[in-house]
């Protein structure tokens, strides 16, 4: 009764995952009575007998779209149960809000969107309820079931919120503001550019907005400008003709992309005038032109083997190749060290809570030995010429005690100008889960290395089904800054559709890494398994390098830890891969009578793309 005249209200709820008996038939009637004007909520009403909207928990995107449709009611249905398919429809949880997710937001409001019978959801829950604590030490972390010698407890299953404990946005939240952003844009027509925006409110026209586009080549900005969009009435479209990009920017090489921001004209209660409302991104032109060509005439090696060892000095470039493990243990320029040790396969990640779920993927991938895994060097072929040497490693990768592996072949290719490029393909062989936790390689760098910057997925974590809140762009942060501090430490940080990243120091010592196709990566101090051994931030312990994982692909987060696992298009199956990296220094050199913006950072592609690249084979278009 306190809040009954409460303008939020709109409807009231006869309680949380109690079954259905008398009480509630009652309840509703004595609710009626005293407040006819709001509907009746209850999840527990499958048959909708007194509740006015069909509710339901973690219904999938198949089913909320069947349920949209009206296709839900079974032939031998009765009375009551048809009756159901006329009343709205809304998930009272559909994302479950816990650790490192939740996954697939986008698609399940493209289903709410896509029918009037679907009024949306509400996803499990805003704040993480970790308590602040300090170790003897006096590090701070915050404590959750079990921590204070409570039995029986629920572990961190009340660190599951939109927020972490000091009111800080997770990733889950930036990305479930940008799924839910109320001004839709759409480009219909690149000639002439023409833009169709949507009002998404259901009250408000758009006069209170206002409106930017900028043009940038490979991040850098070219061209901006604000317009009009004028007046657009609640749930209405309106098309605009955009000015379009000068012919100098159309003739340049490189990625075009156009973006287009949406921000408050004027304060509100709610944010200060300019807050971001809405933004919107469009590949106005993909990256063409010639690739730089290296010019080595005048650079060569000399190489040093001994039974166990490859030593490369030539040009600006010194290297150490391990002939026993197959892997580099050096890479430098001018001197300075840029790589320790890698790159290797790596098919591990830190576990997420939703990774525990109820389908418990986890489990599977222990079983398997995913997190135990050994490389065994089957072969290795050694060719040297004037200007390069090249390594080709077959490994066996596989867990003891077991039968199941997987066949690899590394192909090493290091020129004079320092530039090395790994070709990486491999097939599961026995029997493997059905899902695989990643694919990629990873590398260890001086802990020096610790300024990143990369164009790609920005500035935020992004993952195969929660990345619609980055947009591309050229991103910087420290090694420190891209780690996403989870109450329970899990896989973290991974940044998504990278086309080139670069480590530097203040000494300037600077590695450049490309791929083939776009990658994800991540950079820490600490390994996978360092994550996935701690229960709290204060357990890890920064190691004295910096961990990078160049990644072809990461399995879904889904929202399993309460709600469904990730869609099918977002999994990854043990299929044949192939992929390729190259590391490089930032300033190579060119051939004399190359025309390239040096300026771009291209792959270079010392031999052809292995023709998986080029084929379906392993889903790299599931994959991404």
């Not at 499990?124 to 409570?150: C, M, N, S, V």
């Not at 098919?347 to 398997?368: E, H, I, L, M, P």
């Not at 974590?461 to 891209?482: F, M, N």
Request: hydrophobic fraction near 35%; charge should be negative.
């Amino acid at each position: 009764m306190r809040d009954k005249n409460h303008p939020s209200i709109i409807f009231w709820s006869l309680g949380n995952e109690a079954g259905l008996g008398r009480n509630h038939f009652l309840m509703a009637e004595a609710a009626r009575s005293l407040d006819p004007t709001r509907f009746i909520h209850y999840e527990g009403d499958y048959k909708t007998e007194i509740a006015d909207v069909y509710s339901r928990m973690y219904a999938s995107v198949d089913e909320t779209i069947k349920i949209g449709a009206r296709l839900d009611t079974p032939e031998d249905a009765d009375d009551a149960l048809r009756a159901r398919s006329l009343k709205p429809f809304v998930q009272c949880e559909y994302a479950h809000a816990m650790g490192n997710g939740p996954g697939s937001l986008k698609e399940y409001w493209d289903a709410f969107y896509g029918s009037d019978r679907n009024m949306g959801g509400f996803i499990w829950e805003w704040l993480d309820h970790g308590i602040r604590r300090k170790t003897p030490d006096g590090q701070e972390y915050y404590a959750y079931g079990g921590d204070f010698g409570d039995q029986p407890n629920d572990g961190n299953f009340v660190i599951d919120g939109l927020l972490f404990p000091d009111r800080t946005p997770s990733p889950g939240l930036i990305e479930y503001k940008k799924v839910i952003e109320p001004v839709l844009a759409e480009v219909i027509s690149d000639y002439p550019l023409t833009l169709k925006i949507t009002n998404r409110y259901d009250f408000s026209d758009l006069d209170g907005i206002n409106a930017t586009f900028c043009v940038a080549i490979d991040g850098v900005e070219r061209q901006s400008e604000a317009f009009s969009m004028h007046f657009i009435p609640p749930g209405e479209s309106r098309s605009f003709e955009l000015p379009f990009i000068n012919t100098r920017i159309a003739n340049e090489t490189g990625e075009v992309w156009l973006t287009v921001v949406f921000t408050l004209a004027e304060s509100a209660t709610w944010a200060e005038a300019g807050h971001e409302v809405a933004w919107y991104q469009y590949q106005l032109q993909p990256q063409y032109g010639r690739a730089p060509r290296y010019n080595l005439t005048d650079l060569s090696l000399d190489v040093k083997e001994s039974k166990t060892n490859v030593a490369v000095r030539g040009g600006e470039v010194e290297a150490e190749f391990d002939k026993v493990y197959g892997r580099f243990t050096r890479l430098a320029y001018r001197g300075k060290n840029v790589m320790e040790a890698g790159p290797r396969l790596n098919f591990w990640r830190a576990v997420t809570d939703n990774d525990r779920g109820w389908a418990n993927y986890q489990k599977s991938w222990r079983d398997a030995g995913y997190d135990a895994l050994q490389h065994r060097i089957v072969s290795l072929e050694t060719n040297v010429s004037e200007d390069r040497v090249c390594f080709t490693v077959n490994a066996r990768i596989a867990p003891p005690k077991h039968t199941r592996c997987i066949e690899a072949e590394y192909r090493y290719t290091l020129l004079a100008n320092g530039s090395l490029s790994i070709v990486v393909s491999g097939k599961f062989v026995g029997d493997w889960p059905a899902t695989v936790p990643r694919i990629g390689l990873q590398l260890h760098l001086p802990r020096e290395l610790e300024s990143v910057s990369w164009f790609g997925l920005g500035p935020g974590e992004a993952y195969i089904d929660s990345k619609e809140a980055g947009r591309v762009g050229l991103w910087q942060a420290s090694v420190d800054e891209l780690l996403t501090p989870y109450v329970f430490p899990q896989e973290n940080g991974n940044r998504q559709d990278t086309r080139w990243v670069e480590f530097s120091s203040a000494e300037n010592a600077v590695l450049h890494v490309s791929g083939v196709p776009d990658f994800s990566f991540s950079a820490h101090r600490f390994t996978p398994e360092d994550f996935d051994q701690a229960r709290h931030r204060y357990e890890l312990v920064p190691r004295s390098d910096v961990v990078v994982n160049i990644d072809l692909c990461h399995n879904g987060l889904g929202s399993n830890s309460c709600g469904p696992t990730p869609l099918p298009q977002h999994l990854i199956a043990p299929d044949p891969f192939s992929f390729k990296v190259e590391l490089r220094p930032p300033d190579v050199i060119y051939h004399a009578d190359d025309t390239s913006d040096r300026s771009v950072h291209h792959l270079v592609a010392h031999e052809p793309i292995p023709e998986e690249l080029e084929c379906d084979s392993y889903s790299i278009l599931a994959a991404r």
